[in-house]
T-cell receptor, first 114, second 114 residues
């Protein structure tokens, strides 16, 4: 399977715990994005990497959120001290270098904070 | 700030009917526009990508048009099938400084009844 892979598919955690999600993009794609989607809404941009460099972070990404993409390959998104408002689908997408190319999304990680 | 609106929010049609989904955006300075399909609890699948210089794109029973000056796009689905039931999302990539991200609408939930 050469698509975007996300792990885990589902995560249930208690408020205050830390969680980490992983995204493996399509291998030849150097752009990687994280989005968050809540029920009945479209995805909202969180952050963007070009190779290993994190070039932009949304204001939605509080200090409790951190994302990395070591060596420009897979990426991780960590949420510290989770809150109930963090419950959402976290989507990863990748694309080639050109802005004219499509974004390819993974299946997402559904986070539930109890 | 770019805003994307999709009308209607939900649509239910009998199998075989042709249908049109609408998308409007507030800032016409876009790089491209992309239509996605999302099945319940799943990630997004790219359907069609229209560059700002293009008027339409076609793939099978799907046709997407773009009128950049008026800030509108339509997705036309011919001879709808129950398997087309999903949420359809429209997203624009701005041509300005925020061209690394997509801005999404809330989607249209389509139900095709057998």
């Amino acid at each position: 399977d050469t698509g975007v892979s996300q792990d885990p598919r589902h995560k249930i955690t208690k408020r205050g715990q830390n969680v980490t999600f992983r995204c493996d993009p399509i291998s030849e794609h150097n752009r990687l994005y994280w989005y968050r989607q809540t029920l009945g809404q479209g995805p909202e941009f969180l952050t963007y990497f070009q190779n290993e460099a994190q070039l932009e972070k949304s204001r939605l990404l509080s200090d409790r959120f951190s994302a990395e993409r070591p060596k420009g390959s897979f990426s991780t998104l960590e949420i510290q001290r989770t809150e109930q408002g963090d419950s959402a689908m976290y989507l990863c997408a990748s694309s080639p270098q050109s802005l004219g190319e499509k974004l390819f999304f993974g299946s997402g990680t559904q986070l539930s904070v109890l | 700030k770019q805003e994307v609106t999709q009308i209607p929010a939900a649509l239910s049609v009998p199998e075989g009917e042709n249908l049109v989904l609408n998308c409007s955006f507030t800032d016409s300075a876009i790089y491209n526009l992309q239509w996605f399909r999302q099945d319940p609890g799943k990630g997004l699948t790219s359907l069609l990508l229209i560059q700002s210089s293009q008027r339409e794109q076609t793939s099978g029973r799907l046709n997407a048009s773009l009128d950049k000056s008026s800030g509108r796009s339509t997705l036309y689905i011919a001879a709808s099938q129950p398997g087309d039931s999903a949420t359809y999302l429209c997203a624009v990539r701005d041509s300005g400084g925020s061209n690394y991200k997509l801005t999404f609408g809330k989607g249209t939930l389509l139900t095709v009844n057998p």
